[in-house]
């Protein structure tokens, strides 16, 4: 496997050129720095996951199970019978290579595995060699190829380097979605106990502890008692939120980055201080503390258990509908399988906005929404009063997260309320937002920190556009509607585009709100002077 | 690099040659990636959709530039800033990944070899290659620092996960102890700790 210094004999050759083979005949080379770490074993007990055993992925030897090779054969047997959609992706690529340069991971690193048709190819060569009659007859010239060692440790080191953030989806002529080739393969991988820790960990809190940090009911509820002691310090206003109260109108369930690391907090501030602000009759939940589900990048079973409590609660809480943080996986596991998983919630009924009256017909049979569509609504509405002149500071871009583009289409209620809290707006270039949007490069998680080296090359694509804006407009904040996006988006602008800070759109809600009764403020949410207000006490 | 000197016919000819130099000088690097995506590197123009090789061959392009105009060592870091920071985090070894600077000395005599004036311009090719070689050096520096604020990054992203917690840990501390002598309190654990 790879070291990183070469050897005196190899500086002596001054040739650097790549040799020319053909992918197959290309052998893995693991590197430090790209993977996460295994999973701990007490974390896969807690779920159950099978095949528990020690490994180290730069090691040789992995421990497999005796019977490895027939477990991933059964494992895609299964499934095909199981997905149509996975069965007919298997099928019908041909390979035209729309998708090949549309990976930010393909572009950051160069390596033609991370092409998302290659990276399909790693599988679908499997595939067609245990289960297509031309793959069993005809062997490599047919592109099939055994299921080797070698080859297991290339899918898991590939599928791995997929975000599942679907860009290559948008290209592809017959609407291959590439994420769900990644999810079949890591799926595979996770029946073989070759789980990530950044990824077990997650899971075993949120199933033990209701989130993904593993807070406990007092540690959320003294969490956000420390931001009101913050709100209050820059309000004068002391916010009163409740929590598990059975009764409120609305259940509110937010990822716990939001409660716990920087900057999601000040996203959270900006929720406490807009719920005040409205006197929205809602609470929180220290039950379904979680809104992203980290069991989403294991396997759709996993993922179907962690997402239960969010309908459960909000039923023992008798609450009418539920409104949604800001996130982003979050919402493509909320939008595109809560429903048909744990649904339909009956019990609720279709989110109307107590303050607009606006109904929101899109969720419909969901019964859940984004607080980015209820903050746009509000505003269209003219129910907030706002001063974006204390955003005067920032010189803000908006980077799409990708489930929420990709996965949602939610393109427009983001940039309407940036242009109504924020003086200064900018766009990136065309073809890096939207539908179109580059990755963080950090998601469906791999955004730990021993995997820096490939957070880096797979967040060079977005932090590209945002140092055209910054040269170009001298843009200093990323705004964004993604937990993930806020804990690590900073290291890639950090890397790429210093003096680049990273923000949740609630944050820049917050400072602009004017609220009822509030003192003169001269600070913002991370308790920073506001502009013209350098050095008031 | 104020102090190399111009050499006017060797630079004369740089200028000429800039284009020809700077192409085969990029496809070197190019060289240095997997076959497939060095095609898709050389091909695609637009910026965004291909940030490795823009960067790299805008970066190569202006260090020609600033070679020839001996510019000092800010711009020219700038330039090589750009490159070296994509090629740190990328799969090379540090030799590997800086190799592409030396190369130019074998570009630049492969485009000089044909040239009537080849034996004058030799003479001058010492000096041509100090101030690559004044490249190189500066090029470690770029590369530890790059490898460095990856480490940083990570110790950061631990820091941000906490800075909250630590910040309200000192609050309560602080509201619970004000009016409390804080080496008391460690005089008084330390006695604890003996045993007395």
Same mark, same amino acid.
């Given at each position: $496997?790879?070291k990183f210094?070469a050897k005196?004999?190899e500086?002596?050759?001054?040739d650097f050129?790549?040799?020319?083979?053909?992918? $197959?005949?290309?052998?893995?080379n693991?590197?430090?720095?790209?993977?996460c770490?295994?999973a701990k074993?007490k974390?896969?007990?807690?779920v159950?996951?099978p095949n528990?055993h020690?490994? /180290?992925?730069?090691?040789?030897?992995w421990?497999?199970p005796e019977?490895?090779k027939?477990?991933?054969?059964?494992?895609?047997?299964e499934?095909?019978?199981?997905y149509?959609?996975?069965?007919v992706?298997?099928?019908i690529?041909?390979?035209?290579?729309?998708?090949?340069?549309?990976?930010?991971?393909?572009?950051g690193?160069?390596?033609?595995?991370?092409?998302?048709v290659? /990276?399909a190819?790693?599988l679908?060569?499997v595939?067609?060699?245990?289960?297509?009659?031309?793959?069993?007859?005809?062997?490599?010239?047919?592109?099939a190829?055994e299921?080797t060692?070698d *080859?297991l440790?290339?899918?898991?080191?590939?599928?791995?380097q997929?975000t =599942?953030c679907?860009r290559?989806?948008v290209?592809?002529p017959?609407?291959?979605?590439?994420a769900?080739?990644?999810m079949?393969?890591?799926?595979?991988?996770n029946?073989l106990?070759?789980? %990530?820790?950044?990824?077990?960990g997650?899971?075993a809190?949120?199933?033990m502890?209701?989130?993904?940090?593993g807070?406990?009911?007092?540690?959320?509820?003294?969490n956000i008692?420390?931001m009101?002691?913050d709100i209050?310090?820059?309000?004068?206003?002391?916010?009163?939120?409740?929590f598990?109260?059975k009764?409120?109108?609305?259940l509110?369930?937010t990822?716990?980055?939001?409660?716990?690391g920087?900057p999601?907090?000040y996203t959270?501030?900006?929720?406490? $201080?807009l719920f005040h602000e409205?006197?929205?009759?809602?609470t929180w939940?220290?039950?379904?503390?979680e809104g992203?589900n980290?069991g989403f990048?294991?396997s759709?079973?996993?993922?179907k258990r962690?997402?239960?409590?969010?309908?459960?609660?909000a039923?023992?809480?008798?609450?009418?509908? #539920?409104?949604g943080?800001?996130?982003?996986?979050m919402?493509?596991? %909320?939008?595109?399988?809560?429903?048909?998983?744990?649904?339909?919630?009956?019990?609720?009924e279709?989110?109307k906005?107590p303050?607009t009256?606006?109904v929101?017909?899109?969720?419909?049979?969901l019964?859940?929404?984004?607080? #980015?569509?209820?903050?746009?609504?509000?505003?269209?509405h003219?129910?907030?009063?706002?001063d974006?002149?204390?955003?005067?500071?920032?010189k803000?871009?908006f980077?799409?997260?990708?489930?929420i583009a990709?996965?949602?289409? $939610?393109?427009?209620?983001?940039?309407?309320?940036?242009?109504n809290?924020?003086?200064?707006?900018y766009?990136?270039?065309e073809n890096?937002?939207?539908e179109k949007?580059?990755?963080c490069?950090s998601?469906?998680?791999l955004?730990?920190?021993?995997n820096m080296?490939?957070?880096? /090359?797979?967040?060079l694509p977005?932090a590209?556009?945002?140092?055209?804006?910054?040269?170009?407009?001298g843009v200093?904040?990323?705004?964004?509607?993604?937990?993930?996006?806020r804990?690590?988006l900073?290291?890639?602008m950090?890397?790429?585009v210093?003096?680049t800070a990273?923000a949740?759109?609630?944050?820049?809600?917050?400072n602009?709100?004017?609220m009822?009764?509030e003192?003169?403020?001269?600070?913002?949410l991370?308790l920073?002077? %506001?502009?013209?207000?350098?050095?008031v =006490? | 690099?104020?102090?190399l000197?111009?050499?006017?016919?060797l630079?004369e000819?740089l200028? =000429?040659?800039?284009?020809a130099?700077?192409?085969?000088w990029?496809d070197?690097v190019?060289?240095?990636?997997?076959h497939?995506s060095?095609?898709f590197?050389k091909r695609?123009?637009?910026?965004?959709?291909n940030?490795?090789g823009?960067?790299?061959?805008?970066?190569?392009?202006?260090?020609l530039?600033?070679?020839?105009?001996s510019?000092?060592a800010?711009? #020219?870091?700038k330039?090589?800033d750009?490159?070296?920071r994509?090629r740190?985090?990328?799969?090379?070894?540090?030799?590997?990944?800086?190799a592409?600077?030396?190369d130019?000395?074998?570009? *630049?005599?492969?485009e000089?070899k044909?040239?009537?004036c080849?034996?004058q311009?030799?003479d001058?090719?010492?000096e041509?290659d100090?101030?690559?070689?004044?490249l190189?050096l %500066?090029?470690?520096?770029?590369?530890?620092?790059?490898?460095?604020k990856?480490?940083e990054?990570?110790a950061?992203e631990l820091?941000?996960m906490?800075?909250k917690?630590?910040?309200?840990?000192n609050?309560i501390?602080e509201?619970?102890? /004000?009016?409390?002598?804080?080496?008391d309190i #460690?005089?008084?654990g330390?006695?604890?700790?003996r045993?007395?």
């Amino acid at each position: $496997m790879a070291k990183f210094t070469a050897k005196p004999a190899e500086l002596l050759k001054i040739d650097f050129k790549t040799p020319k083979t053909d992918w $197959m005949d290309t052998p893995v080379n693991i590197r430090e720095h790209m993977y996460c770490h295994p999973a701990k074993a007490k974390d896969l007990e807690v779920v159950d996951f099978p095949n528990i055993h020690e490994w /180290r992925p730069v090691d040789e030897n992995w421990n497999l199970p005796e019977n490895w090779k027939e477990i991933v054969l059964n494992g895609i047997k299964e499934r095909l019978q199981k997905y149509r959609s996975f069965h007919v992706f298997m099928d019908i690529c041909v390979r035209c290579g729309a998708c090949a340069d549309k990976c930010h991971f393909y572009l950051g690193t160069g390596d033609p595995k991370n092409m998302p048709v290659l /990276r399909a190819e790693l599988l679908r060569s499997v595939y067609r060699k245990y289960f297509t009659t031309g793959g069993k007859i005809f062997g490599k010239t047919a592109g099939a190829r055994e299921l080797t060692e070698d *080859v297991l440790k290339e899918l898991w080191y590939y599928f791995y380097q997929c975000t =599942e953030c679907r860009r290559c989806s948008v290209f592809c002529p017959y609407g291959i979605d590439t994420a769900e080739i990644t999810m079949m393969g890591r799926e595979l991988t996770n029946l073989l106990g070759l789980q %990530l820790g950044w990824i077990a960990g997650p899971v075993a809190n949120c199933y033990m502890k209701g989130n993904h940090l593993g807070l406990e009911p007092h540690t959320v509820k003294s969490n956000i008692e420390f931001m009101i002691d913050d709100i209050e310090t820059i309000t004068g206003i002391r916010v009163n939120p409740t929590f598990n109260r059975k009764g409120a109108e609305i259940l509110f369930v937010t990822p716990s980055g939001d409660l716990f690391g920087v900057p999601g907090v000040y996203t959270a501030m900006g929720y406490l $201080m807009l719920f005040h602000e409205l006197g929205l009759d809602y609470t929180w939940s220290t039950y379904a503390s979680e809104g992203g589900n980290f069991g989403f990048f294991t396997s759709n079973e996993m993922a179907k258990r962690l997402n239960y409590k969010i309908y459960a609660e909000a039923k023992r809480l008798g609450v009418k509908w #539920i409104l949604g943080g800001e996130c982003g996986h979050m919402w493509r596991v %909320l939008h595109q399988y809560m429903d048909t998983w744990n649904g339909p919630a009956d019990f609720l009924e279709v989110p109307k906005s107590p303050i607009t009256g606006t109904v929101f017909e899109n969720a419909k049979s969901l019964k859940m929404i984004h607080v #980015i569509e209820f903050a746009a609504d509000l505003i269209k509405h003219g129910k907030l009063k706002l001063d974006p002149s204390r955003n005067d500071h920032l010189k803000v871009t908006f980077h799409d997260s990708c489930n929420i583009a990709r996965g949602m289409g $939610m393109f427009e209620e983001p940039r309407y309320v940036i242009k109504n809290v924020c003086n200064h707006f900018y766009e990136m270039p065309e073809n890096t937002i939207r539908e179109k949007t580059f990755c963080c490069g950090s998601g469906t998680g791999l955004n730990a920190s021993e995997n820096m080296e490939l957070r880096m /090359r797979g967040g060079l694509p977005r932090a590209n556009a945002v140092k055209y804006v910054r040269d170009r407009y001298g843009v200093n904040t990323v705004a964004n509607i993604c937990a993930i996006d806020r804990a690590t988006l900073q290291a890639s602008m950090d890397y790429w585009v210093p003096g680049t800070a990273v923000a949740g759109i609630h944050e820049l809600i917050g400072n602009a709100l004017v609220m009822k009764g509030e003192k003169e403020r001269t600070q913002d949410l991370r308790l920073e002077p %506001l502009p013209g207000k350098e050095g008031v =006490e | 690099m104020s102090s190399l000197q111009s050499i006017r016919s060797l630079n004369e000819l740089l200028l =000429e040659k800039k284009q020809a130099i700077l192409e085969k000088w990029f496809d070197s690097v190019l060289e240095t990636y997997p076959h497939d995506s060095a095609k898709f590197l050389k091909r695609q123009k637009d910026q965004f959709a291909n940030p490795v090789g823009s960067t790299i061959y805008r970066g190569m392009g202006s260090l020609l530039d600033l070679i020839v105009n001996s510019a000092d060592a800010d711009n #020219i870091t700038k330039s090589l800033d750009e490159i070296i920071r994509i090629r740190a985090i990328q799969d090379f070894t540090p030799s590997h990944a800086l190799a592409f600077v030396v190369d130019l000395k074998r570009v *630049v005599r492969e485009e000089i070899k044909g040239e009537t004036c080849a034996s004058q311009l030799i003479d001058e090719l010492p000096e041509f290659d100090r101030r690559v070689d004044g490249l190189l050096l %500066l090029s470690f520096d770029i590369y530890m620092k790059c490898r460095e604020k990856i480490y940083e990054l990570k110790a950061n992203e631990l820091r941000n996960m906490t800075s909250k917690l630590v910040e309200r840990a000192n609050r309560i501390f602080e509201a619970k102890y /004000r009016n409390v002598d804080l080496e008391d309190i #460690i005089s008084q654990g330390n006695k604890t700790e003996r045993g007395e």
